[in-house]
């Protein structure tokens, strides 16, 4: 089933970077949604609260319901849709690119284009 990012995915990148998503046609892993407990790729509080957090051995984790969907492919369309925003994860949070990596895009922002 294809899905189409209709609304801006939260996350913990920047506001702009996640407007890039918008418009974006993908594959997800599973076409049901899930839920997940997951630790976000960005900046989160930014730098110090991730410091603040390690430090207390509280890790930011938060729960997700969403599509899964593999990390890079997402990234390679994120670079044809728009590359800077494509270019933030990659130099903000290049442990995407791994090809074991997933995104877990929110159920409100996507919608099903295709059975």
């Not at 089933?1 to 997800?28: A, C, K, N, Y």
């Not at 630790?39 to 509280?58: E, F, H, N, P, Y």
């Not at 925003?85 to 990659?90: C, E, Q």
Request: one cysteine or more; proline letters at 7%; a negative charge.
């Amino acid at each position: 089933m294809l899905f189409e990012i209709i609304s801006t995915p939260h996350g913990s990148s920047p506001t702009w970077v996640r407007d890039g998503w918008v418009g974006i046609q993908f594959q997800p892993l599973d076409s049901h949604p899930v839920t997940v407990q997951t630790r976000a790729a960005g900046t989160s509080g930014g730098v110090l609260a991730q410091i603040m957090a390690a430090a207390q051995g509280k890790p930011e984790i938060e729960e997700r319901r969403g599509y899964p969907a593999n990390a890079r492919d997402l990234l390679g369309l994120l670079a044809l849709h728009n590359e800077e925003s494509a270019k933030w994860y990659i130099d903000n949070a290049p442990q995407m690119l791994d090809p074991q990596q997933v995104f877990i895009l929110d159920e409100a922002c996507c919608v099903a284009v295709t059975d």
